[in-house]
């Protein structure tokens, strides 16, 4: 969008009712930041558990085969918390927290503001746009 073309508009809320918005906003942001972070938990534990697989065929080419099923039947099939896999964690996760956070989001948003998202970024870009327009005239 450039600054010639208009800035969507922005329910005229109280500053209260904006700054609430913009905090659940960032809420969201900050859970979906995590849930980022626990996806790359899942991968780096999925590649770590490769690992231990080739070290169990490696153990048992060489004759450790006390070692090998060891990680056979203790270390891969175990989960990483209370018995569950990290799949299993990152699912519950955006189940129970991502989607009910967006859902009160949705519906706050809704009653509150028509609806319309990132009031504070859409207020913040329309007062720049109106400095620039204002600044042009007087140069």
Known sequence: MSVD??????????????????AIQL????AQR???DLLGCHHRTGH???RFAKAEEHLRAAGHDEYADEIRDRLLPA?????????EIVTAYRRNLLNELDAFESVVREDIADGVDHVTERAQQRAW?????SEQWTE
């Not at 969507?8 to 500053?15: E, R, Y």
């Not at 809420?27 to 900050?30: N, P, T």
């Not at 746009?129 to 327009?133: I, K, S, V």
Request: proline content about 7%; charged content about 35%; aromatic content about 8%.
């Open 5 to 22: 073309e208009p800035t969507p508009s922005v329910p005229d809320l109280t500053a209260d009712e904006r700054a609430a918005l913009h």
């Open 129 to 133: 746009r109106d400095r620039a327009e």
């Open 48 to 50: 770590a558990m490769d």
């Open 27 to 30: 809420g969201i942001e900050h």
């Open 34 to 36: 995590a849930y980022a």
């Open 79 to 87: 989960g990483v918390v209370e018995d569950r896999w990290t799949y």
